[in-house]
């Protein structure tokens, strides 16, 4: 029988991203004991893609921004389907955490008078960005890294949690493996946080690293977490499309927010053609003004391609359907016409966007200084996730919190660029803060053997089925395919239902499908465990999206297309009813405090 | 010879892949299916899903920014996924091996964690006193720049792997190496930073060990120039405090030592 260490730890966070590491600094400086599972190697998270910025109403650049513009930035961005508590939270604290990160030896680019330099994005008013080139993300997790090393917290390289452990109803830790070695841990914690990120690998086309499967939503609601917003996956709208090995990869909104336009196969600016209601009084109509924009002038409307996301994704897969697409399926994203406007063009370009020039020259042979990218959507981010509270970050059980990406609420139906990374300071510190807290009010916690020797067996059985019925990279292929066919960007009723049998199906196939070799760093077995939290990932995105029967934000529905009154007041939310059942409820959002109502309707 | 796709055109091609573990190392030889614009690391996906599901090899983005898939393609150490099909000859094997500097844990996987030890010797960022009321700091950007070029570093760790003081010689524990040398630049060069690491850098992470071989900056995918911009000026200031005579001579007779 395989034997398992047991460590202990006052607060345990699973997932050492932005948000996690952000959390386990907390939580170490309020003198508690904390472990920290990173899947992959320190330092190489899914934040080090990030390239855009991190949003803070500092007022570097702009004077007239503060806590409350970015506040209605935010709830407009998200159609008001945000925990509003949790944005007032978000705008009033992520200048200080950006300040902090400073203070921990981060390098922003700088502004003439040598502050924090901040860049425009879309669906904020002012710019609001502080940056280093395109590369923020790198820079954030990197500072925190180096930071979070001499904070005492335990790190749990390469190790993967496979099940939340639980007595009663309170958790009382985690169980994992150790990739390299195979063998099993038992992490008993008083306290434990969840940040795992995203889950675009469950859809074949995704900006998405390896590591954003989903898997501590799919833990938390198997521990019987509340996850509402499932049906808000928002397709990024400019992912390269060639080469076939490049599909998905990310070129950063940075590119239209230093002047970067969006044509179709006429050399159309096609996003002129269509200003939606909401953003009507800050967009341009104008190429000329939609420059001057770009170049600072305070006086002037941003241009329509820097709309929100959704809009944009949408937009260019309806010039794609119309057959005004670019050769391998896009449209054109063309930064290299700024030619006609400024004199050192190319070095510009290159100084402010390295990496998309690094990335399209060594991938695709593309020089973007002098001709335009081939660009179309993709999965990028889950605006949905682990519902919590506002100010403690505490999940629907006890003990159990969530932060970052896997948690939902901030965003509601869309998340404007920029806000993600400000979100990991503010809610990582906050879900720290608080899960030591609780560690520190609760007693100690009991681990029920034999609840860990199920799952152990659980574990093993790959071993035992063996290759017979194939492996699981070529389910978890199937399932990639039909999440991006039946669930993408526009969605039916008839697709669907018909992605929740597929599910279903998958679902009894994973309990047939094993792997060879033995528990040493095994890609094989990893991907067999791991299927079964992509699964349950992938059923809550399929249920709620079925539910949600209007369009709004990242969730698009041809059969309903517009925005319904009635859906406007609700999210929808999902919890585990019974062993293989996942109930779907429709939940009346909060009512907006008086206040803060004020604040949108004043930003109107 | 090299042979370009098209289209819808595919050539197979055949790998030879290190495999290691319980007691065997040995390369053995995989054929896969090779499209127009396919990476290296793509290619050993395929030969994951197609025909060995436990080759066990860490990556993470697939674009060049976590550092993850470093390995040695013929000879030559890369990222996986940055290395381009196209770009290869295909008319022998291509082999692929785990980075040489490191105890391998199994076929491509490598125990980098002497990095993550070396690392945490450094002393860590320390600022002066903030520049305004507000606690916040000025610098300018032509005051950054430098420090910019050092924290592009995307761990991947190929420098170390390059290194003869390493590779070779296998003086982990008394050399930091390249990648560490850049890590205590960024600090030393922060604008803010007020905290001498000049001591550490000679007695601990092994300064003169670095005999200006420069093979770290040529393996670099971030194109940081390692010896030139980082480690020969921390010699420079290391030389300065411990072997200026003029300086030492200061030194014994001023309060401070």
Known sequence: ?604 | MRAELRGDETMKVKFNIWRSGNSIGEFREYQTEITEGMVVLDAVHQIQEESAPDLAVRWNCKAGKCGSCSAEINGRPKLMCMTRMEDMPKDKPISIQPMQAFPIIKDLVTDVSVNYRAKKKIKKFKPRQPDAPDGTWRMAQSDIDRVQEFRKCIECFLCQDVCHVLREHWLHEKFAGPRHMVYAAALEMHPLDVEDRRDDLKHTAGIGYCNITKCCTTVCPENITITDNAIIPLKERVADKFYDPLKSLFRLFSKKS
């Open chain 1, 1 to 604: 029988m395989a034997a398992y260490e047991t460590l202990h730890h006052d607060v345990l966070v699973i997932g050492s991203g932005g948000a996690g590491l952000r959390a386990a600094i907390e939580a170490s400086s309020k003198g508690v004991s904390v472990g920290m599972v990173c899947r992959s190697l320190l330092g190489k998270a899914h934040t080090v893609m990030a390239e855009g910025g991190v949003a803070a109403a500092l007022a570097n650049v702009d004077d007239r921004d503060n806590w409350r513009v970015h506040f209605a930035d935010t709830m407009r961005g998200g159609q008001y389907l945000n925990n509003w508590r949790m944005v007032e939270l978000f705008t009033k604290e992520a200048p200080d955490r950006v300040k902090e990160l400073e203070a921990w030896g981060a390098v922003f680019d700088r502004t003439p008078d040598g502050r924090i330099l901040q860049r425009n994005f879309g669906g904020h008013k002012y710019p609001r960005l502080a940056h280093v080139g395109d590369r923020t993300g790198l820079e954030m997790i990197r500072t925190l890294q180096d930071h979070g090393i001499h904070q005492g917290i335990d790190v749990y390289q390469e190790h993967t949690i496979v099940s939340l452990l639980k007595d009663g109803d309170r958790i009382v830790g985690a169980f994992g493996y150790d990739r390299g070695t195979g063998s099993f841990k038992v992490f008993k914690a008083k306290a434990v946080v969840i940040t795992t990120g995203g889950m675009g690998r469950i859809f074949k086309i995704s900006s998405n690293s390896w590591d954003c499967t989903g898997g501590g939503i799919s833990m938390a609601y198997q521990a019987g977490a509340e996850l509402i917003d499932m049906e808000f996956v928002q397709f990024h709208p400019t992912g390269m499309v060639w080469p076939p090995s490049v599909r998905g990869l990310l070129i950063t909104e940075g590119v239209r927010g230093e002047g970067g336009v969006l044509r179709n196969s006429l050399g159309k600016r096609f996003m002129f053609d269509d200003i939606p209601e909401n953003y009507r009084s800050q967009t341009s109509t104008d190429e000329e003004e939609g420059w001057r924009y770009i170049q600072g002038d305070k006086n002037a409307k941003r241009p329509p391609e820097l709309l929100t996301r959704d809009h944009v994704a949408r937009c260019i897969m309806r010039e794609i359907k119309a057959g005004r697409g670019s050769p391998h399926g896009g449209v054109f994203l063309d930064i290299a016409w700024i030619k006609e406007k400024i004199s050192n063009a190319p070095e510009h370009i290159k100084r402010k966007l390295p990496s998309m020039y690094h990335q399209f020259k060594e991938l695709a042979g593309v020089d973007i200084t002098k001709e335009p990218m081939e660009i179309g959507p993709t999965t990028h981010y889950m605006m949905g996730g682990i519902k919590v509270e506002a100010d403690t970050q505490m999940t629907t059980v006890p003990g159990l919190f969530a932060a970052g990406e896997c948690a939902a609420g901030l965003h509601g139906a869309n998340r404007l660029g920029g806000n993600s990374l400000s979100d990991l300071l503010v809610f990582g510190k906050r879900a720290g803060e608080f899960a030591a807290e609780y560690s520190k009010n609760n007693p100690e916690t009991n681990i029920n053997q034999s609840q860990v020797s199920d799952i152990m067996s659980w574990a093993l059985a790959p071993f035992e089925r063996g290759l017979k019925n194939g492996n699981a990279f070529h389910l978890q292929s199937q399932l990639q395919d039909f999440m991006q066919n039946l669930v993408g960007i526009t969605r039916t009723e008839a697709d669907l239902s018909q992605a929740i049998s597929k599910i279903e199906e998958i679902k009894a196939l994973i309990k047939e499908v094993g792997c060879d070799g033995n528990r040493n760093f095994n890609p094989g077995w990893h991907t067999a465990l791991e299927l079964n939290h992509m699964i349950t990932v992938a059923e809550g995105i399929a249920r709620a999206a079925r539910e949600r029967k209007e369009s709004r934000g990242g969730h698009f529905r041809e059969d309903f297309t517009e925005k319904s009154a009635e859906f406007g007041n609700v999210n929808i939310s999902i919890i585990k009813s019974g062993p293989d059942a996942m109930e779907v409820k429709q939940k009346p959002k909060l009512e907006l405090r008086q206040d803060l109502a004020q604040i949108i309707e004043e930003m109107k």
